[in-house]
């Protein structure tokens, strides 16, 4: 079984930064596809970045390109998320998701594990 545990997430004010860490244990972490998710109250899961299991590829989605960066440590079994330049839109509840041996994907139905959140609020 594979367990996903999401940190970082805080109020910030806007143009600040923040770094989410997702620790995951359970299955062969270099061998998963690793995404991150967004949520706002109301609206549906939106994917925001996915990174390969080698780490040497990754996609973002068009809100957060130029200003998020995926990364992960296979030594710590930890993928992160670094976001730069917050905006009051990008407030919302992030999660970590695994898909075991996967192309890069963004639907979330693709993934098969998911961690429970954190919680991100930007202030204007």
């Known amino acids: 079984q594979v367990q996903l545990v999401e940190s970082g997430g805080a109020l910030v004010q806007a143009g600040g930064s923040l770094r989410l860490s997702c620790a995951v244990s359970?299955?062969?972490?270099?061998?998963?596809?690793m995404g991150w998710f967004r949520q706002a109250p109301g609206k549906e899961r939106d994917f925001v970045a996915a990174i390969s299991s080698s780490g040497a590829t990754t996609y973002y989605g068009d809100p957060v390109k130029g200003r998020f960066t995926i990364s992960r440590d296979s030594v710590n079994n930890t993928v992160y998320l670094q976001m730069n330049s917050l905006k009051p839109e990008d407030t919302a509840l992030y999660y970590c998701?695994?898909?075991?041996?996967?192309?890069?994907?963004?639907?979330?139905?693709?993934?098969?594990?998911w961690g429970q959140g954190t919680q991100v609020t930007v202030s204007s």
């Open positions: 998701a695994s898909k075991y041996r996967s192309r890069l994907i963004t639907a979330p139905n693709d993934y098969d594990y």
């Open positions: 359970g299955r062969t972490f270099s061998s998963a596809t």
